[in-house]
């Protein structure tokens, strides 16, 4: 087995693990594995005794484990990957072009959200309709996510 820096650096399609002192050092699904596995059955468990009678708990057990692992999975696989050595990845996304156009997105969207809650606020109070609040806030979040996709799109088309 070669020790050499160059061969510990050695990048992976889903890169290596920050963890451990072997060189190389495993692939991140080496530790990203069993730790998200981990997670997704104590977030069944969870789930499964939170409001679920005895008879359905394994039902809700099981269903609920299956629907939090790929989740569990990938959040493990965040925590562990060493980011440096994932084969194709940008050294430094925040200097990215893909950055700058989301940067300059979320920026004038802010602006967009601030315009759309005085409109907003308008309407409702000079025709006296009564939005729940949660509503309000879901359709303005969605407005906002909206907004930040289509000005993301044109930064994107104009290069």
């Known amino acids: 087995m070669n020790h050499?820096?160059?061969?510990?650096?050695e990048s992976l399609r889903w890169g290596?693990?920050?963890?451990?002192?072997?060189?190389p050092r495993p692939a991140a699904?080496?530790?990203a594995g069993p730790l998200g596995a981990l997670a997704a059955v104590v977030l069944g468990v969870v789930f499964s005794l939170i409001g679920f009678d005895a008879d359905h708990r394994w039902l809700a057990f099981g269903v609920s484990?299956?629907?939090?692992?790929?989740?569990?999975?990938?959040l493990a696989w965040a925590v562990v990957v060493d980011r440096?050595?994932?084969?194709?990845?940008?050294?430094r996304p925040e200097e990215s072009v893909e950055?700058?156009?989301?940067d300059k997105a979320t920026q004038r969207a802010l602006y967009d959200a601030f315009i759309l809650a005085?409109?907003?606020a308008a309407v409702l109070s000079l025709t006296r309709w009564e939005v729940p609040g949660a509503t309000a806030l879901m359709v303005l979040a969605v407005l906002?996510?909206?907004d930040v996709a289509a000005r993301y799109a044109l930064a994107r088309r104009a290069g």
Do not use: E, K
């Open 29 to 31: 699904w080496w530790h």
């Open 16 to 23: 290596r693990s920050q963890w451990g002192s072997a060189r």
């Open 144 to 146: 906002i996510a909206v």
């Open 4 to 9: 050499s820096p160059a061969t510990a650096r």
């Open 65 to 74: 484990t299956l629907c939090f692992t790929g989740p569990a999975l990938a």
């Open 118 to 120: 005085g409109a907003g």
């Open 84 to 91: 440096s050595t994932i084969r194709g990845a940008v050294d």
């Open 99 to 102: 950055n700058i156009w989301l």
